[in-house]
């Protein structure tokens, strides 16, 4: 093992969830700095994911919370900076694509410590969506870039991308395998609204674009209630707001429920018979699980999924009046597709083996 540190960095769901596997794969290799931004704080977009998916506690929390993109960020960078002064990490690892991924690696570049980027090379080609804005700068400036498909590592090739890619698959699919066999079915959660074995539809949508455009938001919660199908949305509180704010909670066929678990939301994408959502992991997630996917945006910097006919994509603007003309298409057409569009699932040991490299050839 070598002596010197290697810095874990995550903030976010989805970064927690991933950090577990990737935690797990560098334990073995580098001792840990582990450092949690507290992006996300609440229970069911945080805690509940190191207990279900068994992250050890984070050796530094830094508790940014909430804020507007420029406080958000400029806390992460500050907060993680004070860290790696002290911890002097030889790297720093960073996930994704969220203010915490771009505060995290700013810091570290800042101080000339390596940057690895995780989930490297996608584009939606979305300049409106912060993250998009995010993942080109870190790619720009990370040291290592670990893509999760081929697409994204010949996109950094195109680029010009100063940083070494490597392919190395996507860890939210080590997770998915990881832990399928422990997914908890919905007529397992007390809480599920509706009868055991009725056909349902999951959705999830968090998106900025989406939850703060209230003409598209209200229309596409009219489109959800009028669809042939119940349908249970798992609601993060940033749509769980706006629908409160704006009087549009249950009501007709959709049902608003908590956040659920990691083990029961792939219990339940696993089980739906569509999947309606805006979420990147949850996208990739109905893909791998050969459920059919409706994206409500305009672009996604998940090609693949649309490409080999997994995905459908809805604009937020119509979806009002094409949400439930582009489901029936999806029920009636159900489809099969290839399903190895991002690795193996054993990403988490490619990713440590290119950082093994970057550290050899750092000497
Ligand atoms: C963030 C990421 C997004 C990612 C998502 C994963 C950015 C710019 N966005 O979006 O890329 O897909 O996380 O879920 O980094 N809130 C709570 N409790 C919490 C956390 C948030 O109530 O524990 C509420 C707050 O009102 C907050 C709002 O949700 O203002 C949005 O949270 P924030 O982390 O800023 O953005 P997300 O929409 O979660
Ligand atoms: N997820 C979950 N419970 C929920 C909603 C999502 O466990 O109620 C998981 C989902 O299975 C996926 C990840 O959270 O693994 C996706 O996170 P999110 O949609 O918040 O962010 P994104 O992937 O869009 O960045």
């Given at each position: 093992m070598s002596v010197r540190s290697l810095a874990i960095c995550y903030g976010t769901r989805p970064q927690v969830i991933k950090a577990s596997v990737l935690i797990e794969a560098s334990a073995a290799r580098w001792p840990l700095v582990t450092v949690d931004t507290g992006q996300h704080y609440d229970y069911e977009l945080n805690a509940v994911f190191y207990e279900q998916l068994g992250v050890?506690?984070?050796?530094?929390?830094?508790?940014?919370?909430?804020?507007r993109h420029a406080a958000q960020t400029a806390a992460v960078l500050t907060r993680a900076a004070e860290v790696f002064e002290g911890a002097q990490p030889w790297a720093v690892v960073v996930i994704g694509d969220t203010n915490s991924t771009l505060g995290c690696a700013l810091a570290a570049t800042q101080m000339r410590i390596p940057v690895v980027h995780v989930e490297?090379?996608?584009?939606?080609?979305?300049?409106?969506?912060a993250e998009e804005i995010n993942r080109r700068v870190v790619d720009a400036i990370g040291d290592l870039l670990c893509a999760p498909s081929d697409a994204a590592a010949a996109e950094l090739a195109r680029e010009h991308q100063p940083g070494t890619i490597a392919m190395t698959g996507d860890i939210a699919h080590d997770v998915l395998r990881r832990n399928l066999a422990l997914a908890r079915a919905p007529?397992?959660?007390?809480?599920?609204?509706?009868?055991?074995g009725e056909r349902y539809a999951i959705a999830t949508l968090h998106r900025a674009e989406l939850t703060g455009n209230a003409d598209a938001l209200a229309a596409i919660v009219q489109a959800l209630r009028a669809l042939p199908l119940p349908v249970v949305l798992p609601a993060h509180p940033r749509v769980r707001d706006a629908l409160v704010a704006r009087g549009l909670?249950?009501?007709?066929n959709l049902h608003i429920v908590t956040p659920l678990g990691y083990f029961e939301m792939i219990g339940t994408i696993r089980d739906a018979t569509i999947v309606i959502t805006d979420s990147g992991g949850v996208q990739r997630e109905a893909y791998w699980l050969g459920v059919p996917c409706i994206t409500v945006?305009?672009?996604?910097?998940?090609?693949e999924t649309v490409a080999l006919g997994a995905n459908t994509l809805v604009a937020p603007a119509t979806a009002g009046s094409t949400l439930g003309a582009a489901v029936e298409r999806r029920l009636a057409d159900g489809g099969t597709w290839d399903r190895g569009a991002y690795g193996n699932g054993d990403a988490s040991v490619r990713i440590t083996d290119a950082i093994a490299t970057l550290e050899r050839a750092l000497g």
């Open positions: 050890p506690r984070p050796h530094h929390f830094l508790e940014v919370g909430s804020g490297a090379g996608l584009r939606s080609n979305d300049r409106a969506m007529r397992d959660n007390a809480a599920w609204p509706l009868a055991a909670e249950s009501g007709g945006r305009t672009r996604t910097e998940w090609h």
